[in-house]
């Protein structure tokens, strides 16, 4: 789960990451209020989960009352590579020495964590590695020895901050590895990490994504899941309770299991068609919950063709061959289904789904053969 800049420097103020005090409004009179009550000069900054606010026109610098009004005015409402701005978040300017670059993550390959640190921040650490690879010295970390100040010194040394601020850099970096690990963050990233002229290391901008499965341990991650950015089809997937991503092909694509999910993104692909989504029933084979993830790829406008793709494992074929014809008794789909059924009890589900097969609702032996058939089906 991916946060806005404003709730990822609250969490950062939590594990005394040094951030400026701020407020997040919604309208510009509040925001006016908010700079009067943080004292001038602030910066209006555009809450939307995309990079390149800046260079957009999403943040300004107001020196007083009325330029707050107008940039508040004119960022408000604002449509920033497709999203829209609804919230702006105000805080006390700062003055800049110098921008650096400072992140952990997670490199799964390496099954370690991985932090990255750059003198050549407030740039897209992307067009970094890019154009000067050099400048950014990467840490590989293993989560059970940890991260010591000692090493953080040494990463410090290594990406040529300015020498005179170490001792700060590393403060921020021990704060922010404990964040990154404590707080269950799949990415934690500072850019620019700032230098003031009278020598502070100070986040400037937070760009923080959350762990989704350790959310049962943070009761807190809850007002986070209600201002998500989801499209429609998400939405109605997230509050159904299924795994859904939206895509944009046409084929649409129900299977239970994440990893069978995937697979049949992949089939699809082989067989010369596109996905219209991703979505995981999970275990059990309810008719609610086909009755929901039919509807939500029925009614999504690009979607030609469903391709149902189950293997029964401690959920049984025919338990699920009944939960989609209950299902599709249920709804009235535009869109033809074609359905692989394999794994425990399939041969007892598919004559479940005999009598019910036609130019609607038709059934193939195997995977590759149902994603041909859903993909003939999709792009005739
Ligand atoms: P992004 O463009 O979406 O990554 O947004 P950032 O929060 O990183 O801000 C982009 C740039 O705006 C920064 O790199 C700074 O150069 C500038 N900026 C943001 N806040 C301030 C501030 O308080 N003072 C000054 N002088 N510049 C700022
Ligand atoms: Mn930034």
Known sequence: MDLFEYQGKQLFARFAIPVSPGE???????????????????????????????????????????????????????????????????????????????????????KQYFGML?????????????????????????????????QCRDWVVAAQLDASVTDAAVDVLVALYRFYVEGDCDLAEINPLIVT???RVHALDAKVSLDNNAEFRHADWADYELTQERD???????????????????VGIIANGAGLAMSTL?????????????????????????????TIIDNDPRVRSIFINIFGGITRGAEVANGIVTAIGQIDLKSPIVIRLDGTNAEEGRKILEPHLGDT????????????????????
């Not at 300004?60 to 005015?73: H, N, S």
């Not at 970094?128 to 989560?143: F, G, L, Q, S, T």
């Not at 032996?365 to 999709?378: F, G, W």
């Open 266 to 294: 992949d089939v699809v692909n082989q067989a010369g068609g596109t996905a219209a989504n991703f979505l995981d029933v999970g275990g059990g084979a309810d008719a609610k919950k086909f009755v929901s993830a039919l």
């Open 197 to 199: 002229p009278d020598g």
């Open 24 to 110: 997040a409004v919604t309208d510009v009179d509040a925001a006016v209020a908010a700079a009067d009550r943080i004292g001038y000069p602030v910066v209006v900054k555009a809450q939307v989960q995309v990079g390149g606010r800046g260079k957009a026109g999403g943040i300004k610098l107001a020196a007083d009352a009325a330029e707050c009004r107008t940039y508040a005015t004119n960022i408000l409402g604002m449509d920033i590579k497709g999203h829209t701005v609804n919230v702006v978040w105000i805080e006390h300017a700062s003055d800049i020495a110098h921008e650096y670059y400072a992140s952990f993550t997670l490199d799964r390959a390496a």
């Open 232 to 250: 429609v089809r998400e939405q109605a997937a997230y509050e159904a309770g299924l795994q859904y991503v939206g895509l944009d092909g046409s």
């Open 361 to 380: 609702l038709q059934m193939a032996p195997t995977m590759l053969d149902a994603a041909r058939k859903a993909v003939e089906l999709a792009t005739r």
């Open 118 to 150: 750059s003198a050549e921040g407030g740039v897209e650490i992307e067009t970094v590695a890019e154009e000067n690879p050099d400048a950014i010295a990467k840490i590989h970390i293993d989560p059970v020895d940890g991260l010591t100040a000692a």
